[in-house]
């Protein structure tokens, strides 16, 4: 893999006291972005809930996925992004041309586009009856504490979460990045100690990304050179839409709704919230496909 491209490393550190993660982004927050026309503060929200949901994914197995909702008060509307085991991310926000002035630090303004409360949700298909669903309130909006919140009360996992978007001049993606690092059982106090104070005074993801930093060494920035990578994986955006898929979905509405549609437009078209792809049917289209919405005559 070139230096640049997308991945997330998966690693443990200090002896196995610690489980870290690290990713970026760059290319796919570049995609969602041009999927969805996003202006820069709308860029950096859905961008930051794709950095975290694609480190989440990485903590699955197998067949494994999730999806995190982050339904705030903010102009933006609801951030949605799904997230696999193997490195697959989708996402999109309600508000795409939300963009909003910097805040007092100079910063996009993330918490004030999603807004400071609402609550944010994460559905975890795990090949269960039923999927688990966390929710935790909304303590910031700038994600990266919020995100943190749910994994100290949701999963009862202390953890750092950071995340960050560095928006062009042009709305492109410069980059995009973020860690998450979590405490296991072992951890003294001091070293707790330490480590807070390493991920205090650590420059943000997108600083040390703008510098040319590795992944490797952005971690090493929290825990110094007691690092283990144990995986590599890809990164990328992956819609599983399809013509097909919308086809079965028209079927399964029954004959009369299907009916209505043809007697009324004639036409339907399909929009797929995640990747953005519009799917069209003309009436030859639905009539085939009303004909096998029609109950079988019994043989």
């Excluded at 982050?70 to 490195?87: E, T």
């Excluded at 144990?230 to 097909?244: A, D, G, I, T």
Aim: aromatic fraction near 6%.
């Amino acid at each position: 893999m070139s230096p640049l491209e997308d991945i997330i490393l998966r690693g443990t550190a200090w002896g196995g006291k610690l489980r870290v993660f690290a990713t970026r982004t760059t290319a796919l927050v570049d995609e969602l972005r041009r999927r969805h026309n996003t202006l820069p503060t709308a860029t950096a929200a859905l961008g930051r809930t794709a950095t975290a949901g694609a480190m989440m994914g990485a903590m699955l197995k197998g067949e494994e996925k999730l999806t995190i909702q982050v339904k705030g008060v903010g102009p933006i509307g609801q951030i949605v992004v799904d997230a696999n085991a193997a490195g697959k991310v989708r996402g999109y926000v309600d508000h795409p041309d939300v963009h909003l002035a910097s805040n007092d630090k100079g910063k996009l303004d993330v918490a004030g586009a999603v807004g400071r409360s609402g609550y944010i949700h994460v559905i975890k298909d795990l090949g269960l009856k039923e999927p688990y669903r966390g929710s935790i309130p909304i303590v910031s909006g700038e994600l990266g504490e919020d995100f943190t919140y749910y994994f100290a009360t949701s999963e009862q996992t202390p953890s750092a979460v950071g995340l960050g978007v560095l928006v062009d001049t042009d709305g492109s993606v410069l980059h995009a990045g973020g860690f998450i690092i979590q405490v296991l059982p072992g951890l003294s106090d001091n070293e707790l100690d330490r480590l807070e104070r390493a991920i205090g005074t650590m420059p943000p993801v997108t600083a040390l990304l703008d510098q040319g930093e590795s992944l490797e060494e952005i971690l090493k920035f929290a825990v110094g050179d007691e690092l283990q990578i144990h995986e590599r994986l890809p990164v990328e955006f992956s819609c599983n839409c399809s013509k097909e898929r919308v086809e079965r979905t028209l079927i399964s509405m029954g004959e009369a709704e299907l009916q209505q549609v043809i007697d009324e437009d004639g036409k339907c078209e399909v929009l797929c919230h995640f990747c953005n792809e519009t799917y069209t049917f003309d009436r030859t289209h639905l009539e085939a496909l009303l004909e096998q919405a029609r109950p079988k005559p019994l043989q």
